[in-house]
């Protein structure tokens, strides 16, 4: 699937060409990303979400952001806006147009600099020492790889290397090895069983983690393989969430199942799998409200719609699957713990892995969790979700050729 004609990286990191500077963290973003911005999707997409304008929050739910400032504008909404402030960069760049690997590599290309960067400056030519293993494993740490990852890749070299010279580019092969290692087993597809009619899944997650969007570039990839896609507007906190799905749907060719901003999201989940059902669709794909983990009273809502989905078909949801924000930094490890033991996370979905240098916490969360990452976001437009590939990411965050 991947396209890895030699001399990719030469392009992307050859280092003799200017970056397109990247936004100032500090910097938020004048306009908010829109799909104008994206060659491959025509038409203007609905409202940007809640999240993505944090400084003016649409009037919504009370029961989807709570009221006040406090905790429901913690770090990682803050990191969204710089992220994404640096995002068109990495999704807009025209040009010809990229195999999926070369994607990647760009996506990742703000974590596996930052990385690149903070390793050559610990590894000047001078012999391994005991320091410079701590000041690694610090740099490991800090790109969110993880403790664990952290010190199996300076346990190698402390076994390997000590007392011996070692560069920069050593010390990128045996990242690039160690988190091959860690992500191998994590990569999975997620198999739609065909004897499900319909196969049932659920989309869940935090605000603005890009559940509608990989709902839409999801029917995009099922329609295309000749399966019939319904959709269910589980959002039903927002006229515009509702919307939004309503806009993938025709895009993609898949029926909405809808009600009106304010009605029951586990009724509405109990219609869409009795009609899903009774028109025989291969796949139902359910959006839902996004949710803070810690709001008590929304995870008892998400275990309602799976008790009301159960009553149809007491196997589904087929899948669960939780959407992460790549730019959301160590939360994510919250995320999917609490998701997992509410809502019985079957695999995961990282989103936003372009532009973000924050790609590392990818392997904090598949070591910890094992569970299956299906796809990676790496873009906004229909085409940017992809299968999981390990050893691809692998190279791309090391910065490896
Ligand atoms: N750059 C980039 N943007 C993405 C990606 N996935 C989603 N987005 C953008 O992130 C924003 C939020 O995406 P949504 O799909 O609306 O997120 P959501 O989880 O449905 O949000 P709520 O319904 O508000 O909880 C939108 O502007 C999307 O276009 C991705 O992989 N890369
Ligand atoms: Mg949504």
Do not use: C
Not at 84 to 91: D, I, N, R
Not at 206 to 228: D, P, Y
């Amino acid at each position: 699937m991947s396209e890895k004609k030699p001399g990719f990286f030469q392009r992307l990191f050859g280092g003799n060409q200017p970056e397109p500077a990247p936004a100032p963290e500090d910097t938020v973003p004048e306009t908010p990303v829109t799909p104008d911005a994206i060659p491959d999707v025509p038409e203007p997409e609905p409202e940007p979400p809640a999240l993505t304008e944090p400084a003016e929050p649409p009037p919504a739910p009370a029961h989807d952001l709570p009221p006040g400032p406090p905790e429901t504008t913690p770090d990682y909404i803050e990191d969204v806006e710089d992220d994404l402030a640096a995002a068109p960069q990495a999704v807009a760049e025209p040009e010809q147009p990229k195999g999926w690997f070369a994607r990647l590599a760009s996506g990742l290309k703000r974590s596996s600099d930052n990385l690149t960067n903070s390793i050559t400056s610990v590894f000047t030519k001078r012999k391994l020492d005991a320091a410079m293993l701590d000041e690694l494993e610090d740099v490991l740490i800090q790109a969110d790889l993880g403790i664990d990852t952290a010190m199996a890749i300076t346990e190698t070299l402390r076994r390997d290397r000590f007392d011996k010279d070692v560069s920069g580019e050593d010390v990128r092969a045996v990242l690039a090895t160690e988190v091959e290692k860690v992500l191998g087993p994590a990569a999975q597809p997620l198999l739609i069983d065909s004897t499900k009619k319909p196969f049932i899944i659920l989309m869940i997650g935090v605000n603005g983690s890009g559940k509608t969007t990989t709902i839409g570039k999801l029917a995009q990839k099922f329609a295309a393989e000749g399966k019939s896609v319904m959709l269910a507007a589980g959002d039903t906190f927002r006229a515009a969430a509702i919307e939004q799905l309503q806009v993938w749907g025709e895009r993609t060719g898949a029926p909405v199942i809808a009600k009106p901003a304010g009605a029951d999201a586990s009724g509405l989940a109990f219609d869409a799998v009795t009609q899903a059902r009774a028109d025989a669709r291969d796949v139902l794909i359910i959006d839902t409200a996004g949710r803070l983990q810690n709001r008590d009273e929304l995870m008892n809502e998400l275990e309602k719609i799976i008790r009301v989905i159960k009553k149809v078909d007491p196997e589904a949801p087929h899948a669960t699957l939780l959407t992460l924000d790549a730019t959301t930094g160590q939360n994510a490890l919250k995320q999917v713990e609490i998701f997992g033991q509410r809502a019985g996370v079957t695999g995961l979905v990282m989103t936003k892995l372009d532009g973000t240098a924050r790609g590392g916490i990818l392997v904090a969360i598949a070591r910890k969790f094992g569970l299956p990452v299906h796809f990676i976001g790496v873009g906004e437009g229909v085409g940017d979700l992809e299968p999981f590939e390990a050893a691809d990411f692998a190279k791309a965050i090391a910065g490896r050729e």
